[in-house]
Nanobody, 116 residues
């Protein structure tokens, strides 16, 4: 496992932008973002493979969110544009550190609130 530290959440109006950051304490196979809205289950948002940089997104954020990584800093970013009220959630950074197909490390979560 690795230790993950997130930053960048906050309050923004609909249509605005935020960027989330997540720094890992070590190397990983994959890093990604999940989110959990009040009363809902945690859902996958995006992920990026560390070696090649292949990205994957859930359908609802395609074209609006961009995940990227800085290998030298062991940091992953989530640029969120054209935010909608339905994007309001706690966003969690996740990493697959020991197994490339299993997220085994989680951040503490950062709140993103999009107002209308």
């Amino acid at each position: 496992q690795v230790h993950l530290v997130e930053s960048g959440g906050g309050l923004v109006q609909a249509g605005g932008s935020l960027r989330l950051s997540c720094a890992a304490s070590g190397r990983t196979f994959i890093m990604g973002w999940f989110r959990q809205a009040p009363g809902k289950e945690r859902e996958f948002v995006a992920k990026v493979t560390w070696s090649v940089g292949t990205t994957y997104y859930t359908e609802s954020v395609k074209g609006r969110f961009t995940i990227s990584r800085d290998n030298a800093k062991n940091t992953v970013y989530l640029q969120m544009n054209s935010l909608k009220t339905e994007d309001t959630a706690v966003y969690y950074c996740a990493a697959a550190a020991r197994n490339p197909v299993l997220f085994d490390s989680w951040g503490q979560g950062t709140q993103v609130t999009v107002s209308s």
